[in-house]
């Protein structure tokens, strides 16, 4: 799969963050250094609730693409998400932060599965194939798969970089 299929021509206009009690001062961060976080990180947080509303976290890989998150997941996050679709994503490469808040849905098209499928194998070299509405692993393990549209994604460089947090919204409807 190439970069350029993985990418959205549409980039969303970010505008200063509200954020330890003040709006940061600026400038504001291009979209361009936020989508390059969140294509690179090794790992990420999916945070989602509980049916009692239990925060749950956990670590997994995925990758950001087409301005979506795509994970897979056997973990019961999945059933979280059932219940409630709104979840948060979250990375930190070194003093880089960004965070993903958005609603997720199950993924069963083959088109879509394959962007998570071909994705995985592009950056963590990790072989999955897709066979029905699931990716299966070449150790026989299999799991759905789900996207995480984003409403917003917020963004900054460590502490000292506060005023430059920059918040990017979505469209409500995409």
Partial sequence: MTAEVLKNAQEPAGTSAFIFNQTASGPVKPWSWVSDLLESAPTYWLVTTSPDGTPHSRPLWGIWARNVFWFSSQNRCGEFLKVNPRASVNVQLGEDVAMIEGKSSRV???????????????????????????????????????????????????????????????????
């Fill in 108 to 174: 069963t098209a083959a088109s879509e599965l394959s962007v998570l499928a071909e994705g995985v194998g592009v950056k963590y070299d990790w072989k999955l194939s897709v066979i029905e509405d699931r990716v299966h692993t070449q150790f026989g393990q299999s799991a759905p798969v789900f996207r995480l549209d984003p409403d917003r994604v917020y963004g900054w460089s460590g502490i000292a970089g506060w005023e430059s947090a920059t918040r990017w919204d979505f469209p409500p409807s995409r």
